[in-house]
């Protein structure tokens, strides 16, 4: 079995971010920048706004991957239902 539904039943179905090369270049041009925040401000302070865009990035993942479930469900709803009109 290889189906979506057998993958996500034992645990197989990923939905990890595939890293490409400017994804990665990117990412360390960015921490370099970061490196130059906290010299400038403090380690203190850059871990309290990390910190808070991590939990903002938490909860923003969050919504939209509930309305991506209520956004399938209604399709399935719509689908069967309307298969029996």
């Known amino acids: 079995m290889d189906g979506l539904l057998f993958k996500i039943y034992n ?3 990923d939905i990890t971010q595939r ?3 400017e994804q990665a270049e990117l990412n360390k041009k960015l921490g370099a ?3 130059e925040v906290e010299k ?3 380690s203190e302070f850059l871990d309290c706004v990390l910190e808070l865009d991590g939990k903002r990035m938490e909860q923003e993942g969050f919504y939209c991957y509930r ?3 209520r956004l399938g469900v209604n399709l399935m709803l719509e689908a ?3 298969a029996t009109v």
Do not use: H, I, N, Q
């Open 80 to 82: 069967l239902t309307s």
């Open 67 to 69: 309305e991506g479930f």
């Open 11 to 13: 645990g197989g179905y």
């Open 33 to 35: 920048k970061w490196d």
């Open 19 to 21: 890293y490409v090369r």
């Open 40 to 42: 400038a401000l403090g």
